[in-house]
């Protein structure tokens, strides 16, 4: 949970990310190893499993490209 290069892809620091372990474990959605190196779900997180898989689907949908039809048949406006 807190590693530096963790911090380092996730463009934070570690103090950043420890507060934010800390809201989750405030917020009943995360365990912290005594360590805080690992953490693992709580069972109140996956119980939101379903709705995070309905959002994400949601949203690659928005983002999913599509074939414009009118270009098929070269009108274009270029």
């Known amino acids: 949970m ?23 474990m405030a917020e009943g959605l995360l365990r912290l190893a005594p360590d805080a190196e690992y953490g693992s779900p709580t069972a109140r997180l996956t119980e939101r499993r379903e709705a995070y898989q309905a959002q994400l689907a949601h949203i690659l949908e928005l983002i999913k490209p599509s074939f414009n039809e009118e270009m098929r048949s070269g009108l274009t406006n270029m």
């Open 2 to 24: 807190l590693d530096p290069r963790d911090a380092q892809y996730l463009d934070t620091t570690l103090d950043e990310l420890r507060a934010t372990a800390g809201i989750l």
